[in-house]
Nanobody
Framework: QVQLVESGGGLVQAGDSLRLSCAAT????????RGWFRQAPGKEREFVAT????????DYVDFVRGRFAISRDNAEDTVYLQMNNLKPEDTAVYYC???????????????????WGQGTQVTVSS
């Protein structure tokens, strides 16, 4: 089994930065694709960013491109999401996810990720 634990969320003002972390235990970390998703109240879970098994390939949804950066440290079994220039519309619960069916599927669909963390709240005030 795989357990994912997110941390780093909080309440910040517009324009501030946060770095989310997702620590993994269980199956070998380095063979999986990792992703970050978010879900705002009343909305569906949406894709934010994904990274391949060795960190060499990343992808982002357009509305965070240039502001957010996903990275991973396979030695520490941790994936990160650096969020800069936060906006009120970034307010959501952020989830990390793991896809062990491919070292790089690059999927933006939650259905392609088999394991999920419990989520961490990010609130951005205007």
């Amino acid at each position: 089994q795989v357990q994912l634990v997110e941390s780093g969320g909080g309440l910040v003002q517009a324009g501030d930065s946060l770095r989310l972390s997702c620590a993994a235990t269980g199956r070998a970390f380095h063979v999986s694709t990792r992703g970050w998703f978010r879900q705002a109240p009343g909305k569906e879970r949406e894709f934010v960013a994904t990274i391949n098994y060795n960190g060499g390939i990343t992808d982002y949804v357009d509305f965070v491109r240039g502001r957010f950066a996903i990275s991973r440290d396979n030695a520490e079994d941790t994936v990160y999401l650096q969020m800069n220039n936060l906006k009120p519309e970034d307010t959501a619960v952020y989830y990390c996810a793991a896809d062990y069916e491919s070292p790089w599927r690059g999927s933006t669909s939650p259905a392609d990720y088999q394991y999920w963390g419990q989520g961490t709240q990010v609130t951005v005030s205007s």
